[in-house]
T-cell receptor, first 111, second 114 residues
Framework: AQSVSQHNHHVILSEAASLELGCNYS??????LFWYVQYPGQHLQLLLK??????LVKGIKGFEAEFIKSKFSFNLRKPSVQWSDTAEYFC?????????FGTGTRLQVFP | SQTIHQWPATLVQPVGSPLSLECTVE??????LYWYRQAAGRGLQLLFY??????ISSEVPQNLSASRPQDRQFILSSKKLLLSDSGFYLC?????????????FGPGTRLLVL
């Protein structure tokens, strides 16, 4: 069965540090990939998605993710984080019409 | 614009009591609707999804059930809650223009079963 792995459970960074959150999925066929973010006290919302085309996807708030098919990965990146990026980040993949989520990564950014 | 509502926001229930969580969507028609449970360290687990009134698909065997009495209403229920039903329950919707488009989530209901 399709699964999504987020190996970083808790990441702590200082402002202006660079960020990379790992996401790996198990199914090797055509995939649609998402990153969702949940800011403290807010709804879970879409950060970015990849369906096809350019494997480097730009999202909101300066985030980007790169789809690397050979590595089954869709890592999330941001060159310089801000305190307001403190949130929980979820990677997800569509497989057989179902959205499969990873376990999430809690990011804490300190000023 | 579309909005999604869930209530209650927080609920504390004794073991063995019934449950009813409601989710409604505004500003869209014929949405796909979903119930997820978010447990600490386990991400989001899809519980049920619905592509239309009265059409419910269950993803995992459990103590819960779902119903869709109206196009934009999705209800999560239980006849007798278990301790293991505690968690954060999220409702979501997506358009039906394509298979499993972007999902939009509600604010969630935190359920504590004692």
């Amino acid at each position: 069965a399709q699964s999504v792995s987020q190996h970083n459970h808790h990441v702590i960074l200082s402002e202006a540090a660079s960020l990379e959150l790992g996401c790996n999925y198990s199914y090797g066929g055509t995939v649609n990939l998402f990153w969702y973010v949940q800011y403290p006290g807010q709804h879970l919302q879409l950060l970015l998605k990849y369906f096809s085309g350019d494997p480097l996807v730009k999202g909101i708030k300066g985030f980007e993710a790169e789809f690397i098919k050979s590595k089954f990965s869709f890592n999330l990146r941001k060159p310089s984080v801000q305190w307001s990026d403190t949130a929980e980040y979820f990677c997800a993949v569509i497989h057989t019409d179902k959205l499969i989520f990873g376990t999430g990564t809690r990011l804490q950014v300190f000023p | 614009s579309q909005t999604i509502h869930q209530w209650p926001a927080t609920l504390v229930q004794p073991v063995g009591s019934p449950l009813s969580l409601e989710c409604t969507v505004e500003g869209t028609s014929n949405p796909n609707l979903y119930w997820y449970r978010q447990a600490a360290g386990r991400g989001l687990q899809l519980l049920f999804y619905s592509v239309g009134i009265g059409q419910i698909s269950s993803e995992v065997p459990q103590n819960l059930s779902a119903s869709r009495p109206q196009d934009r209403q999705f209800i999560l229920s239980s006849k007798k809650l278990l301790l293991s039903d505690s968690g954060f329950y999220l409702c979501a919707w997506s358009s039906r223009t394509g298979a499993w488009e972007t999902q939009y989530f509600g604010p969630g209901t935190r359920l504590l079963v004692l």
